[in-house]
């Protein structure tokens, strides 16, 4: 069986987190992990030095290969931490993304976006503090429900649609009584 990949793909800022991530994963078989974005490229020397061989690394690229991108990956990563109010209550273009691509994403517990996934059953909680989340994940994507699993990304993206369209209706009569 080929190793999941998990890849997040975009900016690659939040780098000590990241590390903390990596070294969870490492040398681990089962899993490969992509970096993809500008700023992937500073994480290079941490992997080097620990020699961890289950790490890809792509610096910027066109906007338009995003979804090539998608198409490779098995898991979306969305985990940048948590605990400061802009992690704690963001959703992510990635989960927009992973939900359109049909797969599964990981989100940090106490944030919004675990919140999200777990309501929808689209995603896995990650928590970096548990000893076994890896053997855990791995469990958790070998037993999805793929249709159950694909009706709920439809869901949730429905619902999303619905609340924008509310939106951008109360938007225009604020604007037209102003």
Not at 48 to 55: G, L, T
Not at 93 to 121: D, H, S, V, W
Not at 149 to 178: R, V
């Amino acid at each position: 069986m080929s190793p999941f990949q998990i890849m997040c793909i975009g900016g690659i800022r939040f780098i000590s987190f990241f590390k903390k991530i990596i070294n969870i994963f490492s040398n681990d078989n089962r899993f490969i992990l992509s970096f993809i974005g500008e700023g992937a490229e500073s994480l290079y020397p941490f992997i080097y030095e620990q020699k961890i061989n289950n790490v890809i690394l792509k610096g910027r690229y066109e906007k338009s290969e995003s979804s090539d991108f998608f198409y490779q990956a098995d898991i979306c990563n969305n985990l940048f931490g948590h605990g400061v109010p802009h992690l704690d209550y963001a959703l992510s273009n990635r989960l927009y993304f992973a939900l359109q691509f049909g797969m599964p994403i990981l989100a940090c517990p106490n944030t919004y976006t675990e919140e999200i996934i777990l309501k929808y059953g689209v995603g896995f909680s990650f928590d970096e503090s548990d000893p076994n989340v890896v053997d855990r994940l791995w469990r958790y994507y070998k037993n999805i429900n793929w249709k159950s699993f694909y009706e709920s990304c439809d869901l949730y993206l429905t619902e999303a649609n619905k609340d924008e369209q509310e939106f951008l209706t109360k938007m225009g009569e604020f604007f037209q009584t102003s």
